[in-house]
């Protein structure tokens, strides 16, 4: 998680809130969602759980909202900031 997303968490967790993220199960992604998790303090996992997953495929996203209410009781916000995407005519 870079860029955009990553200030996101990190505000979000600095305003008190708890955060659940998809992130792509490979090695990068990992790494980065490690990195944020010690950026935000947050060793312990209280505030963060990362759940893998490709999000283009709506089990991922099932997954993802399922184990944040698991977690933390509820959902309040979804912020969908996928850091890639493919642009196409609008009727391809």
């Known amino acids: 998680m870079t860029g955009i997303g990553r200030a996101i968490v990190l505000e ?3 305003q008190g809130a708890s955060v ?3 992130y792509y199960p490979d090695d990068k992604s990992t790494s980065q969602l490690e990195s944020l ?3 935000a303090g947050e060793a312990d996992g209280s505030k963060i759980v990362g759940v893998p997953g490709d999000i283009r ?3 991922s996203g099932q997954e993802l909202i399922a ?7 509820r959902l309040d916000i979804f912020v969908s ?5 493919q642009f196409a005519d609008f009727l391809t």
């Open 57 to 59: 495929k709506p089990e």
């Open 81 to 85: 900031n996928a850091g890639v995407c």
């Open 67 to 73: 184990t944040t209410v698991e977690k933390y009781g």
């Open 12 to 14: 979000y967790i600095r």
């Open 20 to 22: 659940g993220i998809n």
């Open 37 to 39: 998790i010690s950026e």
